[in-house]
């Protein structure tokens, strides 16, 4: 990993450019739960400390669970469950990522019960 470049903007251009070819909502809601889910492993293994990119990291949590809630209640279990392991990464990382990805889920749990 020594000398290699970070690339924050390419794995969103990835997304959005899925997002203008096909955009299926679960393929959305993989797609962004996949990026948080390799940002952690990224920081888990080398111990970076950008606020940049703990800042872009919840801002597609966030995005992921808006995703996932545009979902049919049927098909989110697994998304769920995913994006709450990540939510128990973030204890590791430090910079308050557990306590932003804990208010982002616990504010679309409330969205959640709002619209049923």
């Known amino acids: 990993?020594?000398?290699q470049l970070i690339s924050i903007s390419k794995a969103k251009k990835a997304i959005a450019d899925y997002?203008?070819?096909i955009g299926r909502p679960e393929g959305?809601?993989?797609l962004s739960i996949f990026y948080c889910e390799e940002?952690?492993?990224f920081l888990e293994s080398c111990s970076m400390e950008d606020e940049s990119y703990f800042a872009a990291l919840i801002r597609m949590y966030g995005r992921s669970l808006e995703f996932v809630s545009s979902l049919p209640p049927a098909e989110r279990t697994t998304?769920?469950?995913r994006l709450d392991k990540?939510?128990?990464r973030?204890?590791?990382v430090g910079w308050g990522v557990e306590e932003e990805l804990g208010s982002l889920w616990y504010a679309a749990a409330l969205d959640e019960q709002q619209s049923e």
């Open 90 to 92: 973030g204890r590791n």
């Open 86 to 88: 990540l939510r128990s």
């Open 19 to 21: 997002k203008k070819a």
């Open 79 to 81: 998304y769920l469950e």
């Open 1 to 3: 990993m020594k000398n």
């Open 28 to 30: 959305m809601a993989e």
């Open 39 to 41: 940002a952690f492993s």
